[in-house]
């Protein structure tokens, strides 16, 4: 199974935990933007995969078929923009688990990601680390001794480490505490971002916390940093949960009402299932709604993506037919 369809001991609050560094190969221009010079690239990556190996395959994007592109997306494995600017040029390493996955050609030339479910900062650092210092060891890097190592955004240069993890806070939403939680946390230096990263908006609750700050700092003090803010945060919502819990019909009314419009209707959008879904994943991690798994929690997020939808059905539809088949899979998921 998949990381993004298992459970852990936070993963009612804390889904999700990526670690993303950012690199530059020695040698190589940065911000690449003629095809021969990303073919250069993509060649010296291609050509020394086998002495990387971790069980990752080459994907060009232009090779790719729309479907399969968006719903590596959907799952914030590929960037958006990756996908949308570096669509013609870009290219990537993915393994079957999907836990691993390096864009190259993005901003940087190569964007190692791990990932890993729930809040696994020290494990998911461990292996991109691991990973890293074998994929410099096969083709070498950009280094400088006085600022580390060197990225085409200075935001980025020192460790190029970036950590994040992806929260669930319907309670602190419900509550009216959201905004001073989150504004509270951005003091500290750390990012709060949508689903999608950069520049996208919180959609069902969900919400990305990040480190700002990449230059003068271990890789282990980030991770630390960010550990301490991910669990206060997961305490904040937990407290938040319980005083929802107090006022029991109420809680249970939002919840039912939630799961009776997925299990009943016929045609339902992908933002409006993400908002109901955020109801029934708070019911379930509750205790009130009996009637679904966690498992089946989590592939309702997933397969009720545009893409990933498609994808599990095997087929392609148009925006209007896809609103009915997302009912159809609800109910199928629900069922099984």
Same mark, same amino acid.
């Given at each position: ?153 200075? +935001? $980025? &240069?020192?460790? !190029? ?7 669930? %806070?319907?309670? =602190?939403?419900?509550? @009216? ?100 879904? +955020? $109801? &029934?994943?708070? !019911? ?7 009637? %679904?798994?966690? =498992?089946?929690?989590? @592939? ?37």
């Amino acid at each position: 199974m998949n990381w993004y369809l298992q459970s852990s001991e936070n993963s009612d609050v804390a889904i999700s935990t990526r670690i993303r560094i950012a690199r530059n190969l020695h040698g190589f221009k940065f911000n690449l933007s003629k095809k021969e010079e990303i073919e250069l690239l993509e060649n010296k990556v291609k050509d020394n995969l086998f002495n990387i190996n971790y069980g990752l395959k080459f994907f060009k994007l232009k090779d790719m078929d729309e479907i399969t592109k968006m719903s590596l997306v959907e799952k914030n494995l590929l960037s958006p923009d990756f996908v949308l600017k570096r669509n013609e040029t870009g290219s990537i390493l993915i393994n079957d688990d999907e836990n691993i996955c390096i864009m190259i050609g993005e901003e940087d030339h190569l964007r190692i990601q791990v990932f890993s479910n729930g809040l696994d900062l020290k494990n998911t650092l461990n292996l991109a680390i691991e990973l890293d210092k074998k994929i410099e060891q096969t083709l070498g890097y950009a280094v400088s001794k006085k600022y580390g190592y060197l990225t085409a955004c200075p +935001s $980025n &240069i020192g460790t !190029g480490l970036r950590a994040s993890v992806m929260v669930h %806070l319907p309670a =602190l939403t419900k509550t @009216k505490n959201t905004k001073k939680i989150l504004q509270a946390v951005s003091n500290f230096g750390i990012n709060i971002r949508g689903v999608y990263g950069e520049n996208t908006e919180s959609t069902g609750d969900m919400y990305q916390i990040s480190n700002k700050q990449t230059l003068g700092i271990s890789e282990k003090e980030i991770i630390e940093n960010l550990n301490i803010i991910v669990e206060k945060i997961i305490e904040q919502e937990r407290k938040a949960r319980k005083i929802l819990a107090k006022d029991d019909i109420e809680l249970e009314d939002i919840v039912y009402r939630s799961y009776g419009i997925l299990n009943n209707c016929r045609k339902i959008s992908s933002d409006e299932s993400r908002k109901l879904l +955020s $109801n &029934i994943k708070l !019911g379930t991690d509750l205790g009130i709604l009996k009637e %679904l798994t966690d =498992l089946k929690v989590k @592939k309702l997020y997933l397969y009720t993506k545009p893409a990933n939808m498609q994808k599990y059905l095997g087929e392609q539809y148009e925006t209007i037919e896809r609103d009915i088949k997302r009912a159809e899979v609800i109910k199928q998921i629900i069922k099984e």
